[in-house]
């Protein structure tokens, strides 16, 4: 089964507004990162929140992590055209005992100019 | 430095084929990784290495072998394709810094079984 389940499935807001999505997961972690996929592309890292971080910013991105009620929150401020994008969490877990990251399905973001 | 490297983009196999999507990386790292994404769908990961000579499975293992040839080169082979492999699968990398791994990924091969 999915460990991080991302909400909204779909999002569409005009430029200059923002954009959040969150993300729920299952199960304790080392850290919960987001990555972005343009159509057709490979994923590409936007920012990493450990598990003991609360709030982390990055340019126009802000994150949230609460560990207690095991969601995450990705804030796009002043969004542009050129952010529309799937936008994937994916959770470094304890409990599998291998390297790897258990991603969501992904919210997909349009923005329209 | 051209990061994660995938062949073929494109492919498209009989039922029964085998084939085998090759990855390689010019990062150094250490960890590879083999995902496949179903449409509307997150990644799912079917094997990975977290060092070279090493493979272990992942979520979904079922139908594939994986080969670390080198410390660049990590390679999926389809032995006898089926249509539920119709997919787009994506190779990954990446080595710890700071204590966290950060995936790098390759542009992805769009595969489809008749």
């Known amino acids: 089964s999915q460990q991080g389940e991302e909400d909204p499935q779909a999002l569409s807001i005009q430029e200059g507004e923002n954009a959040t999505m969150n993300c729920s997961y299952k199960?304790?972690?080392?850290?919960l990162q987001w990555y972005r996929q343009n159509s057709g592309r490979g994923l590409v890292h936007l920012i990493l929140?450990?598990?003991?971080?609360r709030e982390k910013h990055s340019g126009r991105l802000r994150v949230t992590l609460d560990t207690s009620k095991k969601s995450s929150s990705l804030l796009i401020t002043a969004s542009r055209a050129a952010d529309t994008a799937s936008y994937f969490c994916a959770t470094d877990r304890m409990d599998t005992g291998r390297r790897a990251l258990t991603f969501g399905s992904g919210t997909r973001l349009q923005v329209q100019p | 430095n051209a990061g994660v490297t995938q062949t073929p983009k494109f492919q498209v196999l009989k039922t029964g084929q085998s084939m085998t999507l090759q990855c390689a990386q010019d990062m150094n790292h250490n960890s590879m990784y083999w995902y496949r994404q179903d449409p509307g769908m997150g990644l799912r990961l079917i094997y990975y290495?977290?060092?070279?000579?090493?493979?272990d499975k992942g979520e979904v293992p079922n139908g594939y072998n994986v080969s670390r040839l080198n410390k660049r080169e990590f390679s999926l082979r389809l032995e006898s394709a089926a249509p539920s492999q119709t997919s787009v699968y994506f190779c990954?990398?990446?080595?710890?810094?700071?204590?966290?791994?950060?995936?790098?990924f390759g542009p992805g091969t769009r595969l489809t079984v008749l």
């Open positions: 199960t304790s972690i080392n850290n």
């Open positions: 990954a990398s990446s080595d710890k810094k700071a204590g966290h791994h950060t995936q790098y």
């Open positions: 929140i450990r598990s003991n971080e």
């Open positions: 290495s977290a060092s070279e000579g090493t493979t």
